[in-house]
């Protein structure tokens, strides 16, 4: 059973950068896609990042241009630098590990959540 534990959250201004990382227990990291989502009050949980096992990259639209996620397969360890960060950004942050190599879309671990706010 993997476990998934993020850091990194924190209070911005408008414009600022933070990099969150997701640290993960266990030998299936490395297989294994990975995700950043979000959840915003009042509001469903959304897909933010992906990246596959081999390092292929997805970015909502709404982040791309803007954040990075990159893995460590060494570490076990997720991050996802976040750039000129937008009030519209504030949100919960969680890790995921998918099912699958390729990025499914569909989870079998969460990290905890990690909260960012961004001020304007």
């Known amino acids: 059973q993997v476990q998934l534990v993020e850091s990194g959250g924190g209070l911005v201004q408008a414009g600022d950068s933070l990099r969150l990382s997701c640290a993960a227990s266990g030998r299936t990291f490395s297989s294994a896609a990975m995700a950043w989502l979000r959840q915003a009050p009042g509001k469903q949980r959304e897909l933010v990042a992906a990246i596959s096992s081999g390092g292929s990259t997805n970015y909502a639209a709404s982040v791309k241009g803007r954040f990075t996620i990159s893995r460590d397969n060494i570490k076990n360890t997720l991050y996802l630098q976040m750039d000129n960060l937008k009030p519209e950004d504030t949100a919960v942050y969680y890790c995921?590990?998918?099912?699958?190599?390729?990025?499914?879309?569909?989870?079998?671990?969460w990290g905890q959540g990690t909260q960012v706010t961004v001020s304007s």
């Open positions: 995921a590990k998918d099912r699958f190599q390729l990025v499914s879309g569909t989870y079998d671990a």
